[in-house]
Structure formats: C-alpha cells, structure tokens
C-alpha cells in the first residue's frame, strides 16, 4: 500500500496544532508542525473565541507543510463541541463567536423549560443538561438583542466555520452537531420544532454531513497562500471528543472509554441512542460518532482539580512537577474517604486546595495535612468517581464491559491509570495519548482508501502504537 500524508488541526480550549501525519500499510506516524496558544478575548464584557487569529494560525501551519516534499492528501479540523459562529448574508462572519465559558446562559436553560418541559427537551435530543449547550447560547444571544444572530444566515459551529474561512464551502457536520441538544440523535438533524421554541429558524443550519465526507478544497486564496494549492477539506468527527473515540484501540466492541485530560469523559460506544428513565435521571448524554455511531457518555470533572492546585501551590512559591506530584502522592497514606470531583464548590474557586479543605469540613471528612496528602485525595477521588460511572454505564450496557480504555493526556498517568484499574476491577488499557489527533487522521486515510471499516481503522490504530496495561489490584 501506498503511503500517505495527511494535515490534522486538533483545536483544543486553550491550545491548537497543525498535524502532518504519514499512514503506510503497517505505520502511522504524527509530526506537530505548528503549535499555538487559543486566548479567549473578553470585550465589553463578553467571552469571545478570536477564530480569525486561530484561522491565521492554521495557516501558517498549512503554510509549513505547503513547504515539506510530500503531496498532501486532505485536511481535516476537529475541535471542542457546542459552540458557534453567525454568518452574514455577504458569506462574512458577523462577529466573534461567543464562548461556553461566558456566563450569559446563566439562567436559561430554566427558563427555557417553561416553553418545553425539561424531560421533552431530553426525550428529543438525549444530552445531558449544561448551561453552556448550544441550545441555550442561541436562547441568551436572542434575549441580549445579539445583532449577529438577528442578521445570520447560516450558523456554523466551531470546526465548521474554520473549514469553512479555508473552503468557501458551509457545512454542518454530525458529530459536533450532536453536541448541541437540538439535534435529534435518530434523525441525525436539527429539531425544527425544539429550535422554533428557542425562536430559532432551524433553516440557519446547512447541509449535515458524516465524518469522511469532503467539505470541499482550498479557496484560490488560501491555495496560494499556502503552496498547497486546491487541497481537499475532509470533515472528521468535528467534535474533538468523536475523534478520539475513534482512535481507541479496541479489538471487540465491549469495552467502555475514558477520555481523561483536564476534564474527563467516560462512556460507551453504541449503535443508536439509549434514551431512557435510567439516562435521563443519571443525566446521561447521547453524542455523535463515526459512522453514526453513539457516543454514550457522562463527563466528569479530571485533572482538573490537581492543575488548580498545583496553580495555587506555585502562587505560595511551592514549584511541584509532575514526578515529583507522582512520587508524594504515591507515599501518602490511602485517604479513607473521597471528595466528589464534580461539586459545584470546585467549579471555579479561586483557591483550590483551600476549597478542598472546606468541602472536608462541611462533610465531615478529615482535612490532608499536608500537600502530599491533598494530592493522594484528588488521586483516590478521581479513581472512585470512575468507579462509580462505570458502574452506572455496566446496568446501562447491551454487553459485558470487558476493559475500560484511557486514552488522551491521562494515559501517561501510571500511577492514575492503576489506581483507576483498581478501583473499578476491569483491566485499563492505557493509549494513545495523542488520540483527538490520530482519530482525526484514520478518517481522513480511510476516506482515500486506506481502510475499510470502523474496527479496520481501530486495527491499524492498535499495530501501530504502543499501549500499556494495568490490571486491577488485591486491596
């Protein structure tokens, strides 16, 4: 089989990367060619995504490859999920695109429940309830007079609108979509009815296409400025999080997924949506996959907690690294009892380690002593809490859950990794760390021919990269 270059942007909420990627018959191999910050801008008090600076970035990264000697097949864009860019009736973007961590839906989703009762609202799209939805964006920029929005005429989200700045071309791609509780999970479409309650035009939204689709190739501009020249844009899974999951290495389909970085996402893979007294009541949430499939999952707070501390600690001139955190966690005592990681107290503190400590005392737990301890309390809590969805996801499951696979950032976490295995008695499978990146590559390669089938892809995933296992531990 011939080899193969491909470009992947993975898009993350604090940072970015242009990927060259290099796929043979038996190899897959991942190079950064560009590395970038993505700063929210806060203007007149709004949280806004600078998408022209990140479209700048991308092709600067293009730019990079535009100069390697390799012919380039496709690229490929994936990135967080829920939030989205206005269009104006010249084809311009009107405005910035406001950010999930603005909070103007505060409130809303409420009172959007007076127009829709909250169990309807979960009944016709499956997803779990966050206030930063994009059903609810669209609820708070309608009620702030968002002139944007008034003047729209189309609505893209994130990756769609920065293929769309490459291509020309507007898109409304599956997965991302899925995100955004008014997408109805059978259909695979926007909810017309649900949207009109929100006084939205579901006709706002463009065509929906799959992941492995193409959106369209390189506008004579960025052809040009790139040395490109007309390249073809693939749609991935857009949502960083399918992505991902599609990377997972799995040899059978009974396994459930641990999607761990600064927040967690755990769940299983599934053939249609699973929308039931059980789910809604544990607030389980139904997102989009490759190839249609389903993403059922529960997110859960993750490193989260250790990064706001070891933030604090570096303010008290206390400078932990990550082997160092490893080491002093491991020598603490067992903490006994666990804090819940997804308390509302640890949300956005402005000291973490303090509001751990208060957390303790209005519960009754004993507070750590010292740093060591603080650390083997977020470890020990992390572990249960993963324990305690995957419990959840196994009465859910239309299979036995035979292993539980760790993939992103987390997977580098030994000491997480066997604590977590242990905790939840099923053996975890560790990797890849770069995930969002190779999920977003195999959909690309298989789109020029390079594979076949969803588990062909997991299968060159697997002969290619190293993963570890840990195996549960007698307590």
């Known amino acids: 089989m011939e080899t193969k270059h491909f470009i992947a942007v993975d898009l993350g909420a604090t940072s970015g990367r242009v990927i060259l990627a ?26 806004c995504w600078n998408i022209y600076g990140l479209y700048e970035e991308i092709v600067e990264g293009l730019r ?59 009944d016709r799209t499956g997803i779990q309830f966050m206030n930063f939805n994009s059903l609810y964006q669209l609820c708070a920029a309608r009620k702030e007079g968002c002139a944007a929005l008034k003047h729209a005429s189309k609505i893209l989200f994130m990756p769609d609108a920065l293929s769309y700045l490459l291509t020309g071309e507007a898109v409304c791609e599956y997965t991302v979509l ?105 607030n389980f949430t139904n997102e989009g996959g490759v190839d249609g499939t389903v993403r059922l999952l529960k997110n859960i707070t993750g490193m989260w907690l250790l990064e706001q501390c070891r933030a604090a600690w570096t303010k008290e001139g206390k400078e932990y690294s990550y082997p160092e955190i490893m080491r002093m966690t491991e020598a603490a005592a067992p903490s006994g009892a666990t804090i819940d990681p997804d308390a509302a107290e640890f949300a956005a503190p402005t000291d973490m380690p303090a509001a751990i400590r208060a957390y303790c005392r209005e519960h009754g737990l004993n507070e750590p002593a010292d740093d060591g301890a603080m650390m083997r309390l977020i470890f020990d809590s992390l572990a249960a809490k993963y324990a305690e969805v995957l419990r959840k996801l196994q009465g859910l499951a239309p299979f036995e859950i035979e292993c539980l696979h760790v993939i992103g950032g987390g997977a580098q976490n030994d000491l997480l990794n066997r604590m977590t295995a242990t905790a939840c008695g099923i053996p975890v499978v560790a990797g890849p760390s770069e ?8 959909v690309q390669a298989r789109t020029a021919g390079m594979a076949g089938s969803l588990a062909e892809m997991r299968q060159r995933i697997r002969r290619s990269i190293a993963t570890k296992r840990y195996n549960p531990e007698k307590q």
């Not at 535009?66 to 939030?83: C, P, Q």
């Not at 463009?206 to 073809?232: C, F, N, Q, S, W």
């Not at 995930?435 to 195999?442: D, Y």
Request: proline share 6%; aromatic share 8%; hydrophobic share 40%.
């Open 22 to 47: 290099t796929v043979g018959a038996e190899s897959l191999e991942t190079e950064t060619l560009h590395r970038f910050p993505n700063r929210l801008l806060c203007l007149d008090g709004k949280y």
């Open 64 to 122: 990079l490859a535009g100069r390697r000697s390799v012919r380039i097949e496709s690229i490929g864009i994936d990135t967080w999920g829920v939030d989205m860019a206005f269009v104006a009736e010249d084809g311009t973007l009107a405005g910035l695109p406001r950010s999930y961590r603005d909070p103007y839906t505060d409130g809303i989703p409420e009172a959007f429940f007076g127009k829709m009762p909250r169990r309807e609202v979960y």
């Open 178 to 282: 899925s995100t955004s509780q008014f997408m109805n999970p059978h259909t695979k479409r926007p909810d017309a009815e649900l949207l009109a309650a929100a006084g939205i035009d579901a006709s706002l939204f463009p065509r929906v296409v799959m992941p492995g689709e193409r959106i369209g190739v390189l506008t004579d501009a960025a052809a040009r400025d790139t040395g490109l020249g007309k390249l073809p844009v693939i749609a991935v899974a857009g949502h960083d999080t399918g992505s991902a999951v599609a990377a997972v290495p799995a040899e059978n389909e009974r396994f459930a997924y641990l999607s761990s970085g600064t927040w967690s996402l755990m769940g299983i893979e599934a053939a249609e949506p699973v929308i039931d007294d059980r789910t809604y009541t544990l």
């Open 435 to 442: 995930a969002t990146a190779l999920g977003n590559v195999m």
